[in-house]
């Protein structure tokens, strides 16, 4: 079993955390024995539901519930319809959603985890089994991408559907930028979240004094608990205070060390892998020139936020020598793990090892 750290995501204001739970008429029960056990408050919605209607027109002060699990059997949606619905609902919300699939059709479980990154799935047929997936569910980690997909092919060799293996554990990953707003932090985070997409255990760790990540704590996860200087969500752990897991098990640890310069020159170099980020207007390209400088004799790879593509010609004419270059599209999600994932297998390509699919 995966192991549980079980512990809520959020309170209302009177101390309760609160789950919504749409439900089919047969399996209205199953999510009672949390207020037993953590005095959780369950508000149930029983009958049948077109999913996506409900999630356009009807779903309203959402933000009240740490939870909302669905009951796939209530469902009247095609399979489409159920995956579009679920992409709206996590653009739309940070509310930790749970489905209950008890008797799923397998594709559609399958399609759900790749297409929507939805890993929170319910699929035992027993009563205890079926509390214990809800228990890691709701654990501050959730239940891993892993850990559903070989619920769910069980019968399935798991070389089947793990396309990569890691070569190397504690791999450092050093990120800097050239200077603020060129998206440094971005950077990190969408790398911290391809990796862990492809199943990696990987952290990500700010290690400067911009406080960044607090604030993002605060404003997209009021209801995730920070325990021990870190919090997890979508299969990355995030560490506060410029801790650095080490003998963690991680394959990645990402270091976010902000601007680079002279005092932190030092600890950019011990990452077996250095990145370095840039824009493309003027007064950025001088400060990356000015960057550059200082690791002349160091191995990096550069990073150009882009965005006309008639700047590349211009920057690589500037930034040419013996070094990586890469041009990223411009990220409006931190948590976006399909973007420049070109970009990442490519400066990751010694670590990952991509596996031939049956």
């Not at 919504?20 to 008429?25: C, G, Q």
């Not at 950077?187 to 604030?215: C, P, W």
């Not at 200087?229 to 902000?258: E, R």
């Amino acid at each position: 079993m995966q192991e549980v750290h079980f512990g809520l995501l959020g309170d209302n204001e009177g101390g309760k955390s609160l789950l919504l739970y749409l439900t089919s008429n047969e399996n209205i029960g199953l999510f009672d024995f949390l207020t037993e056990e953590t005095g959780m408050l369950v508000k149930k919605l029983s009958g049948e539901f077109i999913l996506k209607n409900f999630i356009i027109y009807d779903m309203k002060n959402l933000d009240l519930y740490s939870y909302v699990a669905i009951d796939l059997a209530a469902l009247n949606d095609a399979p489409e319809d159920i995956i579009e619905a679920i992409i709206a609902f996590k653009t739309m919300y940070n509310t930790r959603l749970i489905l209950f699939a008890e008797n799923g059709d397998n594709g559609l479980l399958n399609r759900l985890i790749t297409e929507t990154e939805c890993y929170n799935i319910v699929t035992s047929d027993t009563i205890d089994g079926i509390q214990e997936e809800i228990r890691i569910c709701m654990s501050p980690q959730g239940m891993s991408r892993d850990y559903i997909l070989k619920t769910i092919n069980k019968d399935v060799q798991v070389e089947n559907f793990s396309k990569y293996s890691f070569s190397q554990e504690n791999v450092k990953i050093m990120v800097a930028g050239a200077m603020n707003r060129v998206g440094t932090t971005t950077t990190a985070i969408n790398m911290a979240n391809f990796l862990a997409k492809i199943g990696a255990k990987v952290s990500y760790t700010e290690a400067n004094d911009r406080n960044h990540l607090l604030q993002i704590h605060s404003y997209f996860f009021p209801n995730i608990p920070i325990v021990d200087n870190y919090f997890s969500y979508k299969g990355v752990d995030y560490f506060l205070d410029s801790s650095v897991p080490i003998d963690m098990g991680y394959n990645f640890a990402i270091v976010d060390i902000g601007i680079l310069k002279e005092k932190n020159l030092k600890v950019f170099g011990i990452g077996d892998v250095k990145v370095l980020c840039g824009g493309t207007k003027p007064y950025e390209i001088t400060e990356l020139v000015n960057s550059l400088k200082l690791v002349d004799d160091i191995k990096i790879d550069v990073i150009v936020q882009l965005i006309e593509k008639g700047e590349m010609q211009n920057v690589r004419r500037i930034l040419s020598g013996n070094r990586g270059l890469y041009f990223n599209k411009s990220s409006l999600n931190l948590f976006d793990s399909n973007i420049n994932e070109k970009t990442w297998e490519s400066i990751l390509s010694e670590y990952i090892v991509e596996h031939e699919t049956l």
